[in-house]
């Protein structure tokens, strides 16, 4: 009888670790049609995030399909940056962070999309930041 209450805990856990690992791969099998028709796209566990032309759209993943989803433009977009605890620089960044993310100022509002490496973030700031200026650039000679 001991033995069966010894043995009763390790069970819940591991049907809790089959569950969440269960939920984890719908969530990436959602994510992975609803990344299709987009030309760059990641996924983490705080959000997903892709690119079609200038379009950005984010949202939180879940095993259906990505939620609370909103679409801006890069056309719309002030500036471009990666921010911890305060703005983080591109060419030097610190070792670690917390709460990484994404933040585009917009006119209106501003839009933080969160990342759970600071590695990647970076990455996405810096193709972001390369399409935004290229599309600015093209603002400017049809302005001209």
Same mark, same amino acid.
């Given at each position: 009888?001991?033995?069966?209450?010894? =043995?009763? /805990?390790?069970?819940? !856990?591991?049907?809790?670790?089959? =569950?969440?690992?269960?939920?984890?791969?719908?969530?990436?099998?959602?994510?992975?049609?609803?990344?299709?028709?987009?030309?760059?796209?990641?996924?983490?566990?705080?959000?997903?995030?892709?690119? %079609?032309?200038?379009?950005?759209?984010?949202?939180? /993943?879940?095993?259906?399909? /990505?939620?609370?989803?909103?679409?801006?433009?890069?056309?719309? !977009?002030?500036?471009?940056?990666?921010?911890?605890?305060?703005? +983080?620089?591109?060419?030097?960044? /610190?070792? %670690?962070?917390?709460?990484?993310?994404?933040?585009?100022?917009?006119?209106?509002?501003? +839009?933080? +999309?969160?990342?759970?490496?600071?590695?990647?973030?970076?990455?996405?700031?810096?193709?972001?930041?390369?399409?935004?200026?290229?599309?600015?650039?093209? !603002?400017?000679?049809?302005?001209?």
């Amino acid at each position: 009888m001991i033995h069966g209450l010894l =043995w009763l /805990p390790l069970l819940v !856990v591991f049907f809790w670790l089959a =569950w969440a690992g269960r939920s984890e791969f719908q969530k990436l099998e959602a994510y992975r049609i609803w990344a299709e028709p987009f030309d760059h796209a990641k996924y983490d566990i705080y959000s997903v995030l892709g690119q %079609k032309g200038s379009d950005l759209t984010w949202g939180k /993943p879940d095993r259906q399909t /990505p939620q609370n989803l909103q679409t801006f433009s890069l056309k719309q !977009v002030e500036e471009i940056q990666v921010v911890g605890d305060r703005p +983080i620089d591109l060419d030097n960044p /610190p070792a %670690k962070a917390r709460k990484v993310a994404l933040a585009f100022k917009l006119p209106e509002a501003e +839009i933080k +999309i969160p990342f759970t490496e600071l590695s990647l973030a970076i990455k996405w700031a810096k193709h972001l930041q390369q399409d935004w200026q290229n599309l600015r650039a093209d !603002v400017d000679t049809v302005n001209t």
